[in-house]
Structures are given as structure tokens and as C-alpha cells.
């Protein structure tokens, strides 16, 4: 039996991917949400535990209930990620704390607790980034930005790091998908509109952009042949991208001046 963990399993993204590898696994399923039980039910072999990743002492405690089944994993696939919106100028340097906390800090303590069962599997670590991962730096999504910057040089390093370990580290880079994290994004944007003294004018404006955006988000079952690759290929990519935006990626090969001229109109 090969084991595998996975932090923010109740995201629909998450969901469809398990279910696509479900008769090869044993599942260590880690989430905030304590629906997530509810969600899996029909699983052959799971074990549950309900934690924020954040919380001290809390990879300390999942550590301890995985060890107790297991001494090897053999894959382990961080999931769970939040989005933050606004203002470098407005918003509470907490804001920026917070997502770094669950988009690159946890992650990080995971990988270095749970080090030893990997290695002794020569297990795969898929991290979950984001187009927004290797995009130029963009006004008002920057929090999620630089995170996802963050874990993709942390990614790069770590797999340099363990590749004489046999740890294959794998990063995917997913556009819009249909999960609730789209419903965030349109919350928070509300959210801001109403907060921001300087911005009103241009996170309107912004706002309705993204809602556009949104409405082509791709559905959350679309990501599965993609990590499916990840997870099983001899010699998996080092990235993956998947479903992401073509605009994006034009405006990313821009000259920077013609990125901040095109930001200022349409951002
Ligand atoms: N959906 C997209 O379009 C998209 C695009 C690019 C990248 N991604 C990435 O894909 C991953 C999954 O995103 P998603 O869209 O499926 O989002 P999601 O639906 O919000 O799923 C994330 C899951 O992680 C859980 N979680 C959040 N904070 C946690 C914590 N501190 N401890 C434990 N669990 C926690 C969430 O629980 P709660 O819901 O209770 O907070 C949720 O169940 C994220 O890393 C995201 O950045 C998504």
C-alpha cells in the first residue's frame, strides 16, 4: 500500500484529483473544514484530520497520528492555499503575514517533519502554485503573488536540495478553476471596494475584469490529467502549468514599460 498525505482536501480541486487515484493510495486527508469527512465518505482508505496547518503544534500533532500508521510516505500534495486582495498602501501587514502562513510557512514545516517518511519512500511533494506564481508583479493581487513567488523559489530550492534522496518535488501551476476560492475572490473584491479611501475607481473597475475572468474558470475535474502526470510519470516535468490565462501570459513577455502601461489601463 502506498501512502499519501494531502493538505486542503476538501477543495474541489483536491476532490477530484484524489478520486482519480483513489484504488493506489492510502489517504491522510488534512483540512480546516470538518465537512471534509462527509465529502469522501465513499473512499476505500482514508484517515481524517481536521487542523489549521497554522496553528502551533498543529504539523507536530498530524505528524503524530501519521506516524502511528505509517513510516513511509509516498506522496504528499499541499493543497491547501488562501487568496488575499488589496492595497499594498491600505492593507494590515497581517494580511501579508496570514498568507504566508498557510501558502508557503506551513508548507515548509510539513516537508521538513515529515522529511524522514519521504525519503524512506522516495516519495513525490507536488506544491500547488498558481499562474500568478511566475506572473510580473500585479497591483492589488500582490499578496497572493508573492507567496506563490515564494513557494515556487522554495520549491526550486527543496528539489535541488533532495533530488540525491530520490524525492522527486513538483510544481503545479493551475490558471482559474471553479472551487470557492472564486467565490472568495469575488467577497474580498466587495470587500475592498467598500474599504479602500485611494482605489475606488480602480478596483471597480478591476472587479469587473476578474468577474470576466471567473466566469471562464475552467471546472475543478479539469485538473486531474495534469497532476495525474505529476503523480505518476517515471520522470515527471519540474512544473506544470494548467488552464492558464493567455492574456496573462502575453502581458508577462511585455517590456516592463509596456506592462505598467497596460496594468494602468486595464488594472
Ligand atoms: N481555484 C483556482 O482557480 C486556483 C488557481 C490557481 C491556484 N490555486 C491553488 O490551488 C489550491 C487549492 O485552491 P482551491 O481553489 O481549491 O481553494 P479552496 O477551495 O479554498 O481549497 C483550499 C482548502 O484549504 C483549506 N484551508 C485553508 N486554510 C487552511 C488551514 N490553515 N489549515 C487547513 N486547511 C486550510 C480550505 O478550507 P476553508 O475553505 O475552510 O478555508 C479549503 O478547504 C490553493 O493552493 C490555490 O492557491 C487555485
Do not use: C
Amino acid at each position: 500500500m502506498k501512502y499519501a498525505l494531502i493538505t486542503g482536501a476538501k477543495s474541489l480541486l483536491a476532490h477530484s484529483v484524489i478520486h482519480s487515484i483513489k484504488d493506489d493510495y492510502f489517504f491522510f486527508l488534512v483540512d480546516i473544514d470538518p465537512s471534509l469527512i462527509e465529502a469522501y465518505k465513499d473512499l476505500p482508505n482514508f484517515d481524517v484530520i481536521i487542523r489549521d496547518i497554522t496553528k502551533e503544534n498543529a504539523v507536530d500533532t498530524i505528524f503524530e497520528s501519521i506516524s502511528k500508521k505509517t513510516d513511509r510516505l509516498d506522496l504528499v500534495i499541499h493543497m491547501a492555499g488562501i487568496v488575499e486582495l488589496g492595497s499594498l498602501v491600505e492593507v494590515n501587514v497581517n494580511t501579508l503575514k496570514k498568507i504566508f502562513e498557510i501558502n508557503l510557512f506551513s508548507i515548509y514545516q510539513i516537508n521538513q517533519r515529515f522529511f524522514p517518511l519521504i525519503a524512506k519512500a522516495k516519495g513525490r511533494i507536488i506544491h500547488v502554485s498558481s499562474e500568478y506564481g511566475r506572473l510580473l508583479g500585479l497591483p492589488f493581487h500582490s499578496f497572493y503573488t508573492m507567496s506563490k513567488h515564494a513557494l515556487e523559489i522554495y520549491n526550486d530550492s527543496l528539489r535541488r536540495e533532495v533530488q540525491e534522496f530520490g524525492i522527486k518535488v513538483i510544481k503545479i501551476r493551475p490558471g482559474a478553476f471553479k472551487t470557492s476560492m472564486q467565490s472568495r475572490i469575488i467577497s474580498q473584491f466587495k470587500q475592498q471596494v467598500e474599504f479602500t479611501k485611494l482605489f475606488k475607481v480602480r478596483l471597480t473597475k478591476l472587479q469587473k475584469l476578474m468577474l470576466g475572468e471567473l466566469k471562464r474558470a475552467k471546472d475543478a475535474d479539469k485538473i486531474v490529467k495534469t497532476f495525474r502526470r505529476a503523480i505518476y510519470k517515471s520522470h515527471p516535468h519540474r512544473a506544470y502549468n494548467v488552464g492558464n490565462s493567455l492574456k496573462m501570459k502575453i502581458l508577462n513577455y511585455l517590456p516592463s514599460g509596456l506592462q505598467d502601461w497596460a496594468l494602468s489601463k486595464f488594472f
